[in-house]
């Protein structure tokens, strides 16, 4: 049995970067389908970000993935979710899929967690975690986020339906699906009014502050 270990990388893994992206890559190629292309530079700031988990037998590369935010960390997306061919047929993927999950949870328990898939395995991974298909238009609407289409071969799909559907099945993860009990709409809307009008009086509060010491200083 092969001891591979699962963790959240750091910039000491920046080495595994381009064996990484050829991965990915390489596993594209042969399945036909596109993918968004992603940076060096782009990986390896995930992983100094702790938002990259990273799959390794002893110094050998098994596993990867990486997650993002968006919308003003409103959304996250767990994404290139890979394994080398080498360690394929060993639970590897869930165990990876696992952690990322895990850390999104952890670092933004209030966020929608989505992915964009054209994998059936990555499907039946996302459904036993709570996912749910939704259409496109249920994702961010974060432009940063679908800049990141304009490298996949079939980005013609994307733009040719307005960005309504493509190849991949949108999965989503509501957190407040999960909760223990539901908060009625109009408090919800209450709750947010009042949270409005506390970051409304904080901003007078701290403008009348800068003022009063402004007129104190001018005073002396």
């Known amino acids: 049995m092969k001891n591979i270990e699962v963790m959240v990388a750091d910039e000491t893994h920046e080495k595994y970067v381009d064996t990484i992206l050829k991965t990915i890559a390489d596993a594209a190629k042969v399945r036909g389908t596109g ?3 992603r940076t060096h530079e782009y990986l390896a700031t995930k992983m100094k970000e702790a938002k990259a988990v990273i799959a390794l037998e002893g110094d050998n590369f098994a ?3 990486y997650i993002e935010t968006w919308g003003n960390k409103q959304y996250v997306t767990t994404s290139g979710l890979i394994v080398h061919p080498n360690y394929r047929g060993l639970g590897i993927a869930k165990r990876i899929k696992d952690m990322t999950f895990t850390l999104a949870r952890t670092r933004w328990p209030h966020a929608k967690i989505f992915s964009l898939t054209s994998g059936a395995a990555v499907m039946t991974m996302n459904t036993q975690l709570g996912y749910k298909p939704v259409t496109f ?3 961010t609407d974060d432009e940063a986020f679908w800049k990141g289409c304009e ?7 994307l733009h040719r339906t307005g960005r309504k559907y493509c190849i991949c099945t949108a999965m989503l993860y509501d957190p407040e699906l999960y909760l223990p009990a539901k908060i009625p709409d109009d408090v919800l809307l209450r709750i947010r009014r009042l949270d409005r009008q506390e ?3 904080e901003a007078r509060r701290e403008h009348e502050k800068e003022m ?3 007129q104190e200083a001018e005073a002396n």
Do not use: T
Request: one cysteine or more; hydrophobic letters at 40%; charged letters at 30%.
């Open 35 to 37: 993918i968004a292309k």
């Open 63 to 65: 596993g990867f993935s």
């Open 137 to 139: 238009a249920d994702l």
């Open 151 to 157: 490298g996949c071969i079939n980005v013609d799909v």
């Open 199 to 201: 970051r409304i009086n």
């Open 212 to 214: 009063k010491e402004k």
